[in-house]
């Protein structure tokens, strides 16, 4: 069976609210069903390894932000040609907003995004904060918890994760959450959103395998405690 490379990018400059928890997720589920994996941690300068599966950031501060701006910049033509190349990404906050063309902090610091997705951001100084929810196509609803100054805004080809109620998600104002194109999905939920969203955590490991053109089924696994952990989070919105 192929060994599935998950690439942990920043761990420790952009991991607040439990999002390394996605990469354990991700790994346990493999572990479980007793299929290879290694993890591979990627900081400012390490090079992105080239056999990549699932490459996996989280939500940072915009001071993280800024100390890692310069070196995910210069990664942009790579990692816009691993996501041409179908390269499966889970963005969370931070890294989502940087995937995207450009995050302007509500101070005013332009921070270069890397032109993945096709959004863009501008912080301002209310915050969106609070367990939230986000119904998508793909994979159901997905759970989690958002905490962020940006206002994120869809542009013609980034298309939204899925839909959220309003005061929430990418901007407060239009229902999207978040944002998809190919196998690089981008979203606000903390949490670790994997944690309340088994099915999403399925279907990224899907992708990978597809990509890969490995077509074995995923055994089931018992998923009562994460969609209690769900339903917990949706009846405490703040
Ligand atoms: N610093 C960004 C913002 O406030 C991202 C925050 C986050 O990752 N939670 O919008």
């Not at 993280?64 to 969370?92: N, P, S, T, Y």
Request: charged share 20%; hydrophobic share 35%; glycine share 14%.
């Amino acid at each position: 069976m192929k060994t599935l490379t998950l690439v942990h990018l920043y761990p420790r400059e952009m991991n607040i609210y439990g999002d390394t928890g996605n990469v354990l997720v991700l790994r346990r589920r493999l572990q479980w069903r007793g299929l290879p994996v290694t993890v591979t941690p990627v900081s400012v300068g390490d090079p992105l390894p080239h056999d990549t599966d699932i490459l996996l950031g989280g939500g940072g501060q915009d001071a993280a932000q800024g100390e890692i701006g310069a070196d995910f910049a210069g990664r942009g033509a790579q990692l816009r040609a691993m996501a041409d190349d179908g390269v499966v990404m889970l963005a969370i906050c931070g890294t989502f907003q940087m995937l995207g063309h450009e995050f302007v902090t509500h101070e005013g610091r332009h921070l270069a995004g890397v032109g993945v997705l096709d959004v863009v951001t501008h912080g301002q100084p209310e915050r969106l904060i609070g367990n939230n929810w986000v119904d998508t196509p793909q994979a159901g609803r997905l759970v989690g918890y958002e905490n962020h100054s940006g206002l994120t805004t869809l542009g013609p080809d980034a298309a939204a994760l899925g839909r959220t109620q309003t005061g929430r998600g990418n901007n407060g104002k239009d229902g999207t959450e978040g944002a998809v194109r190919d196998n690089v999905l981008g979203t606000y939920l903390h949490g670790p959103v994997l944690a309340k969203s088994p099915r999403l955590a399925d279907d990224l490991l899907r992708r990978a395998y597809d990509r890969a053109g490995v077509t074995s089924e995923l055994e089931p696994i018992d998923d009562a405690l994460p969609e209690l952990a769900a339903k917990v989070a949706v009846g405490r919105p703040r």
